[in-house]
């Protein structure tokens, strides 16, 4: 079980104690790319759907029963041993986490730049758990040396033609100066572990839709930055999140935010 997972939901439900009401769910879905979390209030709260397979056609044996249940307690779902179920409980927990930081916008420190913006650049090996699509061109041209550790079965391991390596070690971080780390790997993964093994990093910035909790814990733990997106307009996300899409059909319907450590 993540550390980090359960130190994030410790601090959401810390703070959302003071709530005189927490709002009512009012849908929850496990879409093919993304999971959601949608609120009566009209807030939504995003998850990276992992990979899961079955022998049936049901993929979570408790279907129908999830938008009945309070927030918090979905929030818990983040440290459940269901991949699925961990899913929708990083939804709520990022939309109870997005409420709280709107509340309380003076305890974060949000940055105008984009997140890569402010990690060092020069000569420098870079390292990345999860892959993202977008950020690897950028991470190539940026540092001199790439390591993706990822354990998608439709990545094969070893040097890519782009001059990136596809790794399932995360030993293989050893000697990066910068770490990406995507927000569901970070929650689902051992985040633990993996700084252990990036042990000589000069940055670590967590990143992604799923990435949408509260940054607290995971500065604690030395990262220095954390990039998140607020979905905006719920119709155009769900729309898009229903109908098999990922980020590149959901960012337009949100807003991305960077949150500096203090």
């Not at 984009?114 to 020069?122: F, K, Q, S, T």
């Not at 079965?153 to 399932?168: T, V």
């Not at 155009?236 to 990922?246: T, V």
Request: proline letters at 6%; glycine letters at 10%; charged letters at 20%.
């Amino acid at each position: 079980m993540s550390e980090l997972a359960k130190d994030i939901l410790h601090a959401v439900r810390d703070q959302a104690s003071i709530f005189s009401s927490i709002p009512e769910v009012r849908m929850v879905a496990m879409s093919l790319g993304y999971t959601f979390v949608e609120l009566e209030n009209d807030r939504m709260g995003i998850c990276f759907t992992p990979r899961a397979s079955s022998p049936s056609c049901t993929h979570y044996s408790r279907a129908g029963s999830l938008s009945k249940m309070g927030l918090l307690e979905l929030a818990g779902l983040m440290i459940s041993d269901n991949p699925l179920e961990k899913s929708v409980g990083i939804a709520a927990a990022n939309v109870l986490s997005q409420i709280i930081m709107d509340r309380e916008p003076d305890k974060f420190q949000f940055s105008d730049q984009d997140l890569m913006d402010i990690a060092p650049v020069g000569p420098l090996k870079a390292g990345m758990v999860g892959y993202i699509a977008p950020f690897v061109p950028m991470l190539l041209k940026r540092y001199r040396s790439l390591t993706i550790v990822d354990d998608n079965p439709e990545f094969n391991p070893g040097k890519q033609a782009n001059g990136c390596l596809i790794s399932r070690n995360i030993t293989d971080l050893s000697n990066v100066d910068v770490l990406i780390i995507t927000g569901s790997a970070a929650v689902v993964g051992d985040f633990d572990k993996i700084l252990n093994a990036a042990n000589s990093t000069r940055f670590i910035g967590i990143v992604g839709p799923s990435a949408g909790w509260l940054p607290g814990p995971a500065f604690d733990k030395g990262v220095h930055a954390v990039g998140g997106t607020k979905i905006l307009n719920i119709d155009g996300a769900r729309s898009a999140i229903l109908e098999g899409g990922g980020f590149p059909h959901i960012k337009k319907f949100g807003l991305k935010y960077t949150l500096v450590n203090k």
